[in-house]
């Protein structure tokens, strides 16, 4: 079970943003940026292309809309979208808040905001989910 699908099961701790019965999403405790948000699917598979065509599809319109909340709650000019998906087997799109194209470069130095701030954006965004 990878740590996305333990902290999906409530049995690791996170800043949840969004959730509904297939995808799931939370903040990023190494941020790039403020905000910068992780899209999950609930089921486990370690590569963006191996999900089906419906869950995929799925994935995205509900990033979607993550980003577009991330809009409203972050001082952003876009949401910038990554999938990498080396360090964790579980597929995952991060959606970064962006003022200038080198936010989505993930060589920065990763930030470290309090318990207080995580919380906050957290639920900035979570009241802009739609």
Do not use: W
Not at 73 to 83: D, F, M, Q, S
């Amino acid at each position: 079970m990878t740590i996305f699908s333990k902290i999906v099961k409530g049995e690791i701790p996170c800043y949840k943003v969004a959730e509904d019965d297939r995808f799931f999403a939370f903040l990023d405790i190494n941020p790039l940026r403020p905000g910068h948000t992780l899209v999950i699917p609930k089921i486990e598979d370690d590569y963006i292309f191996h999900l089906d065509d419906d869950t995929l599809a799925g994935l995205t319109l509900f990033a979607k809309r993550v980003a577009l909340a991330q809009q409203k709650a972050i001082p952003c000019l876009r949401i910038g979208v990554a999938v990498l998906g080396l360090e964790v087997p579980h597929t995952h799109m991060h959606l970064v808040p962006m003022t200038k194209e080198g936010d989505l470069n993930f060589a920065n130095p990763k930030l470290h905001l309090p318990d207080d701030q995580m919380k906050s954006i957290a639920e900035k965004i979570a009241e802009n989910f739609q």
